[in-house]
């Protein structure tokens, strides 16, 4: 998916450097999803709350802090609408929280923060606009305008550190599956803990059933990694 607004999230680590890993393996893990339903958001995060057909709470940075994202699954868009303290969260509504508002934007490159906002806003404006509309013709020239400066402007590096093993312990830790569910998955407790201790790599058949129960990129499951001798 494509992720957009993603200034909030490099503008909220670093006011809360202890989130900012927690917040890049979540963009990380969206980024290379391809969801098509709310229904396989909740798979692929089960502590997540869907709160309608297009809007998800996530919890993240071991449930301190509260993300907000919109997502357009046609277009296979995630709009960060809000992150914050559990206190902070109480008092929007998250239904239809938005930090992006202002008058319409014409049609032009993005070259300045403040264009990047009012585009964002007029993404705002536009969302859920059917293709091949007008207003979904803005939407998705826009889109494509925000992707371009935001890349530029606030890049967020995958991290080549974030191996198979931390893809699977970030799953159970953060985004609400379990060791359990792990092991019957793979076929027993003892080949789970291996894996995931490093001491048995992951096949490709643990990878499919794996991607598919949790709806985790299998891009992101494939990628090489060590693993350690049995002693």
């Not at 999803?33 to 940075?61: G, I, M, Y």
């Amino acid at each position: 998916m494509r992720v957009i607004a993603r200034n909030v999230l490099v503008s909220f680590w670093g006011k809360h450097p202890e989130a900012k890993v927690s917040l890049e393996r979540w963009h990380t893990i969206v980024r290379a999803a391809q969801w098509t339903s709310t229904d396989e958001v909740q798979k692929a995060a089960p502590k997540a709350k869907v709160l309608n057909r297009e809007r998800v709470r996530f919890e993240v940075a071991g449930g301190n802090y509260r993300v907000v994202a919109a997502f357009d699954f046609r277009r296979q868009i995630a709009f960060v609408k809000f992150i914050g303290t559990h206190a902070e969260y109480d008092r929007i509504d998250a239904l239809t929280v938005s930090q992006f508002q202002g008058d319409d934007m014409d049609i032009r490159p993005i070259r300045t923060d403040q264009d990047h906002r009012a585009a964002l806003a007029a993404i705002e404006a536009c969302w859920g606009a059917p293709e091949g509309t007008e207003e979904g013709d803005k939407l998705d020239v826009l889109l494509a305008l925000v992707e371009i400066y935001e890349a530029k402007r606030w890049p967020i590096e995958i991290d080549e550190t974030f191996d198979p093993i931390d893809v699977l312990r970030y799953a159970i830790d953060e985004l609400g599956h379990t060791q359990a569910e792990l092991a019957e998955l793979l076929g027993s407790r003892s080949r789970a803990s291996e894996v995931l201790s490093r001491r048995r790599a992951l096949t490709v058949e643990m990878i499919h059933k794996v991607g598919e129960a949790w709806k985790i990129p299998a891009d992101l499951l494939v990628r090489p990694y060590k693993t350690e001798r049995a002693a």
